[in-house]
């Protein structure tokens, strides 16, 4: 208790200091262990004010501030947040105060029903005005105790106005009950009647003056909306973009005031732009704050954007294509197009009925033409590398985005994107802790693996996960479970019975030397990790493998096992497996090689590119493309470093002359591991394994039969050849069942496999 009280004292001192508490985390933490409710209130109305300094979402500011009222009532800092919004709840006090009016020449019925009608009227607001009275006569005395003189005034003279109030409407229910009985009576004067005109003049005037208390501070209360450029300038990150942006600002201003002194300018700044990035790096919220810039420094008369991609613009006809592009631009008039994906309108590879060209054609015309040239601006966004070869690959586009209009948004660190994370959670009312933090960039780091990182909207799913993860849980909560997510909110549930790849490299039948020398190479990764992490100097890490064996030797299932131990020593983000052959790297014409080697590259980044069979590669003429997926492969695997390991496949001597093709492929490959033939004994431990996946059971009499049969002959395809063997012997123990069996006697021979079905398998085999 001691502790946490003088954990208090020092918060507070930091509170009254800085404005805010620097270690919020802690008071979050606080929160949770503590059981108190003074304590606890005293720890939200700090975490309250700490927000407030930090300027963060209110919302749950009064939240907390509400939860600390009900779990201490005396709490005198609660109610001092409270008693400067208080007041704005009695603007419509005086509301139910309308009256009907009175004539004079109505009949009796009619003067009495409203005479009624304003007793009863009066009645109520009587009976309910003591109550807030007493509310802000309490408050006005808590706010004479706090340093906000203005505050006091407020309720002082909210209060003189109620009790105004209160004698104006008591004259005024006397007035109608008089009014009421003298309608009744023989005779009646119109003095009641003047008296009643009279409080009700009086109460209107009131009324008047009572708003003008609420009206009188709002110019100065409502929060202007920001420019543009404060608001580029308070996003996370982008600072290269920012000063860019800024500098863009700054000399559109100085044209802007040049042009107010009369001076002539012959040729006026280029507002087309160029954005590029990864998704989710900022580049549509970009385009929409220049497009307001533009619109604040008076350039575009309008700061609308217009969103299209490929879709919108290409047509599937001729003429089309120009029909779409013109219709876009003229909505574009006055402000900005924005083209995302950009490159997308013209690719390498199209065929010759692809309107994509056409689109940019017609841009380009449109841009430049006299109809419409200056009226709008263009804003191109897409990948970096594919928006620098789209525009190198169009002369007259590029001639439109000069090379310092481009603009690149670099991916956010990961410390960046905790930030926007927080941002997120706050937006939605929840407080992240320091393990969530921590956990988050645990999250980020394994996404984090291609161009394909989505960045913000990366941060933004994950945080929107845990919030679902969060409310989707079977219990009744507490209220501070709406209001924190923790580490365990961002965990990914493990599949349960997942077998540890160790387990699965330990039961791989055969191999025992390879399994050394694997097991030898894991351990020598997560000494070298582990130095790293100690700030140890650390010997390089070679990853990219040979495998080479016969067919059926286990070398993908190893590839395999392999991509999941470096997943789990950390080395590998995704640990998958990709598995590939000359097939899915070479085209058929020069330039398309390339990109599908590419593209099967960022398909394994994170995992394990195995290439089968990879001598293929290598062409047995000039003309053949395999010699640009090996130039390909070696610069991709520079690039990504530890991000991609590369296993090759084939046979032993066919190996050796792929890497000697290409030195750099040699140098890149230190590890080379031999896949033996299975002996006889380990082909008749396969097909045991096999089978009893099956609920099989090879009988000891077939099992003599299959090794005397292994011992006397040579059988290719090594572990395939064992697995397609046990195919064949259930497909014969299935046919002989079913032939001499009903359906009924089959139960005590459905697992077992006999010398018959061996035989019958063996045959089938040998003629194949």
């Not at 009925?353 to 200056?374: K, P, R």
């Not at 195919?727 to 299935?734: C, K, N, R, Y």
Request: charged content about 30%.
């Amino acid at each position: 208790m001691k502790v946490i009280q003088q954990e208090m004292v020092n918060w507070e001192t930091e509170l009254s200091n800085k404005g805010y508490v620097a270690e919020e985390s802690q008071l979050i933490e606080a929160l949770h262990k503590e059981s108190n409710p003074q304590l606890l209130s005293k720890l939200l109305t700090l975490t309250a004010l700490s927000r407030i300094g930090r300027k963060k979402q209110q919302t749950l500011t009064v939240l907390m501030m509400e939860k600390a009222l009900e779990l201490d009532p005396t709490n005198s800092q609660a109610k001092e947040f409270f008693i400067q919004f208080e007041w704005k709840k009695k603007e419509h006090l005086f509301i139910p105060l309308s009256f009907p009016s009175i004539r004079e020449t109505d009949n009796r019925t009619a003067k009495k029903k409203i005479a009624e009608e304003y007793i009863h009227i009066c009645t109520v607001f009587l009976e309910e005005t003591d109550e807030h009275l007493k509310e802000l006569e309490n408050n006005r005395d808590i706010a004479s105790t706090i340093d906000n003189i203005e505050l006091y005034e407020k309720y002082q003279l909210l209060s003189e106005y109620l009790q105004e109030a209160v004698k104006i409407v008591g004259d005024l229910h006397k007035a109608a009950i008089e009014y009421d009985q003298s309608i009744t009576g023989v005779f009646h004067t119109s003095t009641y009647y003047e008296e009643l005109k009279t409080q009700l003049s009086a109460l209107e005037d009131l009324k008047k003056r009572w708003q003008t208390v609420f009206l009188e501070k709002e110019p100065q209360e409502r929060k202007l909306e920001k420019n543009a450029l404060d608001q580029l300038n308070e996003m996370i990150g982008m600072e290269q973009v920012k000063k860019r942006v800024n500098d863009f600002y700054r000399f559109l201003k100085y044209q802007k005031h040049r042009k107010e002194h009369g001076f002539h300018i012959k040729d006026e700044l280029i507002l087309n732009m160029v954005l590029t990035g990864n998704p989710g790096t900022g580049k549509t919220t970009i385009a929409r704050l220049l497009a307001r810039i533009y619109h604040e420094l008076g350039v575009l008369p309008r700061e609308e954007v217009i969103e299209v991609d490929r879709a919108q613009l290409v047509g599937s006809y001729v003429g089309q294509t120009e029909e779409n592009v013109r219709a876009v631009v003229e909505r574009a008039i006055g402000g900005v197009l924005f083209i995302d994906e950009a490159y997308s309108l013209k690719r390498d590879g199209q065929a010759g009925n692809d309107y994509g060209q056409t689109a940019i054609d017609t841009l380009v015309s449109l841009m430049t033409g006299q109809e419409f040239g200056g009226r709008f601006a263009v804003i191109l966004a897409g990948y970096p590398e594919e928006m620098r070869s789209f525009l190198d690959a169009n002369p007259g586009l590029r001639s439109r985005f000069p090379q310092s209009n481009l603009l690149h948004l670099p991916n956010y660190s990961n410390e960046e994107l905790v930030m926007i994370a927080e941002k997120i959670a706050d937006e939605n009312d929840y407080i992240l802790t320091e393990d969530a933090k921590i956990e988050i960039q645990h999250r980020l780091e394994k996404e984090r693996v291609d161009d394909t990182f989505g960045n913000a909207r990366t941060v933004r799913n994950i945080v929107l996960d845990a919030i679902f993860k969060k409310g989707s849980k079977e219990n009744i909560p507490e209220f501070f479970h709406f209001m924190i997510l923790g580490k365990e909110d961002f965990l990914i549930e493990k599949t349960e019975n997942m077998v540890s790849p160790y387990d699965k490299l330990g039961r791989l039948i055969g191999l025992e030397s390879l399994k050394d020398e694997i097991q030898s190479l894991i351990s020598f990764v997560k000494m070298q990790q582990y130095r790293r992490k100690q700030k140890l100097p650390t010997v390089p890490i070679q990853l990219h493998a040979v495998f080479t064996g016969n067919p059926g030797t286990g070398k993908t299932t190893v590839a395999q096992i392999y991509a999941e131990l470096l997943r789990d020593c950390g080395i590998l983000k995704r640990g998958h497996l990709i598995v590939a052959s000359r097939a899915d790297f070479v085209a058929g014409y020069v330039g398309q090689t390339a990109s599908k080697t590419k593209k099967k590259i960022r398909e394994a980044l994170g995992g394990v590119l195995f290439i089968d069979e990879a001598y293929s590669l290598l062409g047995h003429s000039s003309q053949d493309f395999g010699k640009e997926v090996i130039d390909t492969l070696v610069d991709e695997m520079t690039k990504q470093n530890e991000n991609l390991v590369v296993v090759l496949a084939g046979y032993p001597n066919e190996m050796d002359h792929l890497l000697e093709s290409n030195p750099g492929l040699r140098s890149r490959f230190k590890k080379f591991f031999l896949f033996p033939d299975y002996s006889p004994e380990e082909l008749l431990a396969i097909m045991d394994a096999y089978a009893e996946g099956f609920q099989y059971q090879i009988i000891s009499e077939a099992r003599e039969l299959l090794k005397d049969t292994l011992d006397a002959k040579k059988f290719n395809g090594n572990g395939r050849f064992a697995t397609n063997l046990v195919d064949e012997m259930i497909q014969a123990q299935a046919l002989r069942l079913m032939k001499e069996r009903l359906v009924e006697e089959l139960a005590d021979q459905v697992n077992f496999i006999t010398p018959e079905d061996v035989t019958v398998a063996l045959k089938k085999i040998e003629i194949k």
